[in-house]
């Protein structure tokens, strides 16, 4: 029988959270699944990168409370940006809620970016 190595997981805690930073954020707590050791690992990634575009547009408001779940339970490792993309296509998808909004701001990451339209164009 021809056994298979995970040498994925038998990476360090930091490059993993280093390589998961480079996923949207939904893919990188959907790696929770993949065994124990990853259960927690998706809560210290620097990155936090939410897209509405991974949700159905009438189901924005799962988008919000993904949002709420992800910034509520994330832990306390060092947040350096949170990005949020509220467009589908061209289309701008409601404007974020303050409440997550303000949870974002009290994780004191150095960059906060949330797409806007340009009502001025």
């Known amino acids: 029988m021809n056994e298979t190595i995970d040498r994925l997981s038998s990476l360090p805690d930091d490059i993993l959270i280093h390589i998961l930073s480079f996923l949207r954020t939904r893919e990188a707590v959907q790696t929770c699944i993949l065994s124990k050791r990853w259960r927690n690992t998706?809560?210290?990634?620097?990155?936090?990168n939410f897209h509405v575009?991974?949700?159905?547009?009438?189901?924005?408001?799962?988008?919000?409370?993904f949002v709420n779940g992800v910034l509520e339970?994330?832990?306390?490792?060092l947040l350096d940006t949170i990005i949020s993309s509220r467009y589908v296509?061209?289309?701008?998808?409601?404007?974020?809620?303050i409440g997550w909004l303000h949870r974002a701001t009290l994780l004191m990451p150095r960059v906060i970016s949330v797409d806007i339209p340009d009502?001025?164009?």
């Open 89 to 97: 296509g061209d289309r701008y998808i409601d404007p974020p809620p």
């Open 73 to 77: 339970n994330r832990g306390p490792a």
């Open 119 to 121: 009502c001025y164009g």
């Open 42 to 48: 998706w809560a210290s990634v620097p990155v936090l």
């Open 53 to 65: 575009s991974d949700y159905n547009e009438n189901e924005s408001w799962k988008f919000d409370q």
